[in-house]
Nanobody, 130 residues
């Protein structure tokens, strides 16, 4: 059974940090893009960041660039999202997702993550208080 299980969410004050983890089972990261998208109440899903497993190339949405860092431990089949200097607008449910990296040849990383994900987790809540 394929599973993506997120952990690490919580409540922090503005400027605080959290580290999200996404542990995958039932498949390996080879030839996959793994990343995060988020959804706040009443808002559309937003791609946040992703990493290409084979190359280590990373992508970020502009609003988190310089504050968030994505990394992967392929031996553990786990992807991490280190989130620093958190802001209230980062409040959302964060979902881990994976998609075949071949989609990047025709689609941007953001749409690949949102529309071509083969697997998704259940989400973890991140709340940043002002």
């Amino acid at each position: 059974e394929v599973q993506l299980v997120e952990s690490g969410g919580g409540l922090v004050h503005t400027g605080g940090s959290l580290r999200l983890s996404c542990a995958a089972s039932g498949f390996t990261f080879d030839d996959y893009v793994i990343g995060w998208f988020r959804q706040a109440p009443g808002k559309e899903r937003e791609p946040v960041s992703c990493i290409v497993s084979n190359t280590g190339r990373t992508y970020y949405r502009e609003s988190v660039r310089g504050r968030f860092t994505i990394s992967s431990d392929n031996a553990k089949n786990t992807v991490y999202l280190q989130m620093n200097n958190l802001k209230p607008e980062d409040t959302a449910v964060y979902y881990c997702a994976s998609a075949e990296s071949r989609h990047l040849t025709t689609t941007g990383w953001d749409l690949t993550l949102l529309h071509h994900s083969a697997y998704r987790g259940q989400g973890t809540q991140v709340t940043v208080s002002s």
